[in-house]
Nanobody, 118 residues
Framework: QVQLVESGGGLVQAGGSLRLSCAAS????????MGWFRQAPGKEREFVASIRRSGGNTFYSDSVKGRFTISRDNAKNTVYLQMNSLKPEDTAVYYC???????????WGQGTQVTVSS
């Protein structure tokens, strides 16, 4: 099992930017594909972005494509989510997750709150 801790969330104005970090411990993230998910109030958890172990393949939901960028630094055992041009509808708790298979997710962080004001 890998332990994941998200950070970098907060309050930002519409059009602004935030960078979320996911720090891993207990295992090296080079063994995992990594993903970001989010859950807004009253809504189901949804996929945001994912990245393969090598970092060569990334995937995004349609709602964030072109605005968000997922990246990884295996030497620092950290995954990032750069969020630009933020919109109020991006407001949610953001979760980092690790995948052994690259298809389903096995370990999850505690989440970090992102709030985008109008």
């Amino acid at each position: 099992q890998v332990q994941l801790v998200e950070s970098g969330g907060g309050l930002v104005q519409a059009g602004g930017s935030l960078r979320l970090s996911c720090a891993a411990s207990g295992r090296t993230i080079s063994s995992y594909a990594m993903g970001w998910f989010r859950q807004a109030p009253g809504k189901e958890r949804e996929f945001v972005a994912s990245i393969r172990r090598s970092g060569g393949n990334t995937f995004y939901s349609d709602s964030v494509k072109g605005r968000f960028t997922i990246s990884r630094d295996n030497a620092k055992n950290t995954v990032y989510l750069q969020m630009n041009s933020l919109k109020p509808e991006d407001t949610a708790v953001y979760y980092c997750a690790a995948s052994v298979s690259g298809y389903t997710y096995d370990d999850w962080g505690q989440g970090t709150q992102v709030t985008v004001s109008s």
